[in-house]
């Protein structure tokens, strides 16, 4: 808490620290222990101030240590916006008209990593777990973004932590949206094509059954591969890619006008430089 | 709770009601009102019970009605995995080997949404709040996709939220992802090309200062968009697809081998077909 105290009614009453947001809005951002009801008295001056000074949103962060707190921010009226391991977000709206607060998170970032060698063979694996268990069906690489992993980065290590192999990031040959995979929550999957670097295989034991460089055509003619859609178009969009001339989204890094901040933008550079 | 009294130590305990999960865990989805000291014995008979049955991961859904619970499974050992509005998802590990838990949700979607008409002219809009709010630039709509909402369906939603102007999709020109943009999570851009079935707009005032069809070249020379990097590519990318060849990524309805669902698949169908 700051050390204002104000005169609104609730004299000598700590208000809580907030930073305004940049939609009118303040985010509390709850460090330390406090007692519920030292928490309220505070929570309440603070509301009023915020109303007079016409703010919008009302954002509390609360760690998982400040649990304690949770019953009377909703008491209060405010209601979750999401949680992490380490914390809940809570939140409010001042104003009488309907809420603007941006939604929740909503999506799971997945890739599918296809690596040919020059002798047209592609790195495939068999999984421990999962839905192909036991299916002796090869599949490509795939697995989930960390949290504040770019995709070519995520590609690249779900295929190196799998196989051992080294490679470089290529282009995005295609997308696939899905939901309610995850809970209420959806998946977007990038097929990334990559370069392979290294060629021996080192495979990982915990998620990993087996793993081999396969003749294209041999993955290509597995008997499940002729029923699923999606590996239907993985193996049309990779003969496109090595056969053809498929233009597929490359990357570029680009610098924020904002923040300075690097991120990375994906589209047909061939054809925009063409 | 169900009507299970055990014999382990906690004789005549009620124990949680929970469902098994696909990965060897169980699944409480707490519904009726419960003191938080019931609650609290009725948990550790459970969680008892699942040890003794060797299972792994223990998930409680918390509707925000039962947030007085919150702080007594927290207390035992739970921490939080996610929340929305209406409820917070708290989850246990009971083996003594590291938690293969999976992580939370990391993105958002959003969408930028280029709509030419005939007379080369683009739609574009002036934002009430925001990080151009007062700054005269003109920008293409731009929002976030809904929960279970696809990328196509989000970008002719916001459009005609934002300007009242039906559209229908062409392709995704490109996308950016972001870090760190919301709180710790990132944010995936997806540039979408749409073509204008109407063309009277009809502005929406609470979010929307004012739209218009702009002349591109007009668009394309505001000073900021020469600064601006990603900027810079919509209009890039835009006259590329406009006046060149650009190869975007375009849709396609696929079925689920596992579930017959309904998913899409964005690539670039052009050099597909050869």
Request: net charge negative; hydrophobic share 40%.
């Amino acid at each position: 808490m700051d050390q204002l105290a104000v005169d609104n009614g609730f004299q000598n009453v700590q208000l809580l620290s907030a930073v305004n947001d940049d939609h009118g809005g303040v985010i509390v951002e709850m460090k330390e222990n406090m007692d519920p009801d030292v928490f309220l008295t505070a929570l309440r001056a603070s509301m009023s101030q915020w109303k007079l000074q016409g703010k919008r949103g009302v954002w509390i962060k609360l760690p998982i240590g400040l649990v304690n707190l949770v019953e009377t921010a909703v008491k209060e009226g405010f209601w979750y916006h999401h949680a992490e391991p380490h914390y809940l977000m809570l939140v409010y709206w001042i104003p009488e008209t309907g809420h603007t607060i941006p939604a929740n998170v909503t999506h799971r970032v997945t890739i599918g990593a296809v690596v040919l060698n020059d002798k047209r063979e592609v790195l495939v694996v068999q999984e421990k777990s999962g839905k192909f268990q036991g299916t002796g069906v090869w599949k490509i690489p795939t697995g989930v973004a960390d949290e504040g992993e770019d995709i070519f980065t995520a590609a690249k290590r779900e295929v190196k932590e799998e196989t051992g192999i080294d490679t470089e990031f290529v282009e995005v040959l295609g997308f696939r949206q899905c939901h309610k995979s995850f809970f209420e929550k959806s998946d977007l999957l990038f097929l990334c094509m990559l370069r392979p670097l290294s060629f021996d295989i080192q495979k990982q034991d915990l998620e990993i059954e087996a793993a081999q460089w396969m003749p294209f055509d041999e993955y290509a003619a597995q008997p499940f591969a002729q029923k699923h859609s999606l590996y239907k178009y993985i193996i049309d969009l990779s003969l496109a890619k090595v056969d053809g001339d498929y233009g597929g989204f490359s990357l570029l890094p680009i610098t924020s006008f904002f923040n300075d901040q690097i991120s990375y933008l994906y589209f047909n550079q061939r054809d925009l430089k063409g």
